[in-house]
Structure formats: structure tokens, C-alpha cells
């Protein structure tokens, strides 16, 4: 028999407990990840910062970017799509900027206070907090990171061999006085830099990988938008288990 105290502390506990259980299961429910097919490419792809390859017209994009934490200002989309192949894994990004931004131009700088854009992506979906960075500005300069568990645990060091980068722009640069109306950044990114993370490299067909896609700086209307938002209160990309999901389709592109 319990005793009157303990039947009663066993009752708010487990009470407690079904709160938190109810909670969680409706936060989980409130949000559902963003998923992608990515389709496999058989023709080359040239980095040339253009959509003219017939791959790159017939590859869908993976839908609106959203903005979770917006507060003013115009929210300007950007469209984005991804292809694969044997050796890399491409990018492309078109991106609607009345103001196109960007000054930094070495490798590691502080490319996310210009206009930018980036990926992220966990390579290992058993491993979902293992993730890398790779951030590209509008000059096609770009800082790459791996965590190798988690945010907090950064590795600045590493350093992506062979990633190749194109940007052109429908504007002026760095000349807020006049409406400039996008820019393009396309990139290709070699499987072989996961080799020590992912399960396979290249992935396997109906392989999923977590990713994610942002966009943010400049020196106008700066703001923060995404593929997969972060459930965040504040501004924070470095949100693993918030990351879409991709896979990697074989034979559904005749390129």
C-alpha cells in the first residue's frame, strides 16, 4: 500500500509526464519537414553561374523559402534546385535582391553579412547532428565548416576540396541607389568530401540525406529565409534536426 504522500507524488508525476508527452507529440506534429527528390543528371553539368542546361530546366525546384522569424521589410523569394551525379552534388540558386550586396572575397571570411547563400547537410541520417556548412556570397566566395556533433562543436579547420562555384548577377553590385532584380549562384560539390561521414559516397539510389538551404545578408533589407525553417524563437541556421529531407533519385530525368 502507498502511503498517502507517495500516491500523491506518484499521481503529479505521471501527470507530469502525460503533459509532456501530449505536448511533445503536438509539436511534432505541427511540423513536418520539407522533403526533395533530386534527380540524377547524365550529362555534364558546366559551373558557368547560368540555368541553360536541359538537366537544370527540367529538375523542379524545392518550393517557396519561408521566413520564420520576419518582422518587416520585403520578403524577397529565392528558387533553388539540386541535381547529382557519380562525383557532385549541385546547387543552384536564383535569388530576387532589389540590392545586391557583397564585399568579402577570401576563402573563410565573414561571407553571411553579404548576400548569401548556403547549404547545409548531414550526410548520415543516423548520425542526424553531424553535419557540414558550406556559405556562398554573391562574388562566389565561401566558408566551409564540419560539426562533427553538433552545433557547438565546430571544426573550422576543415576545408572541401574541389567545390566549384559560378555567380552572375541582373543588377550592380554593391550600388543601393539604383533596383537591381537577381542573382544566380550555381555550384558543384564533390561527393568525396563525405567520404568519412556518409554511409555512401555517392549515395546510393532512394538514399536520404537531412539538408538544408538558407538565405540571408546583404547590406538592404536584410533578412532571413529558408527551405526548412528553424524552429528557433531567434535567427539560427544551425538547426540539424530542423533540416529537410533529400533523396537521391535515379532515372526519373531523361539528361
Known amino acids: 500500500m502507498f502511503k498517502p504522500n507517495q500516491l500523491k507524488t506518484i499521481i503529479i508525476t505521471a501527470i507530469t509526464t502525460l503533459i509532456f508527452l501530449l505536448v511533445s507529440s503536438r509539436n511534432q506534429a505541427a511540423f513536418s519537414y520539407p522533403s526533395y527528390s533530386i534527380l540524377r543528371t547524365n550529362d555534364p553539368i558546366v559551373i558557368d553561374g547560368q540555368l541553360d542546361e536541359p538537366a537544370w530546366i527540367a529538375a523542379p525546384d524545392v518550393g517557396n523559402f519561408e521566413f520564420p522569424w520576419w518582422e518587416s521589410g520585403t520578403q524577397e523569394q529565392t528558387v533553388s ?94 550600388d543601393d541607389s539604383d533596383t537591381d532584380q537577381y542573382w544566380i549562384l550555381e555550384a558543384a560539390i564533390p561527393f568525396s568530401n563525405f567520404t568519412n561521414t556518409a554511409k555512401n559516397t555517392p549515395p546510393k539510389p532512394r538514399e536520404i540525406w537531412h539538408l538544408n538551404l538558407n538565405r540571408l545578408g546583404g547590406k538592404t533589407n536584410r533578412q532571413y529565409s529558408q527551405w526548412s525553417p528553424s524552429q528557433t524563437p531567434k535567427p539560427q541556421f544551425h538547426a540539424p534536426q530542423d533540416f529537410g529531407r533529400v533523396t537521391f533519385v535515379e532515372a526519373e530525368s531523361p539528361f
Not at 109 to 122: G, I, N, P, R, Y
Open 81 to 174: 534546385k539540386m541535381l547529382w551525379d557519380d562525383e557532385h552534388l549541385y546547387v543552384f540558386f536564383l535569388v530576387e535582391d532589389a540590392h545586391i550586396w557583397a564585399e568579402q572575397t577570401q576563402r573563410d571570411s565573414a561571407v553571411f553579412k553579404d548576400d548569401c547563400v548556403e547549404v547545409f547537410l548531414a550526410p548520415d541520417p543516423d548520425k542526424p547532428l553531424s553535419y557540414f556548412n558550406i556559405e556562398m556570397n554573391v562574388r562566389g566566395a565561401f566558408l566551409d565548416q564540419f560539426h562533427p556533433q553538433g552545433p557547438q562543436s565546430s571544426t573550422s579547420e576543415w576545408n572541401g576540396q574541389g567545390i566549384q562555384i559560378a555567380t552572375s548577377i541582373v543588377g550592380t553590385l554593391n
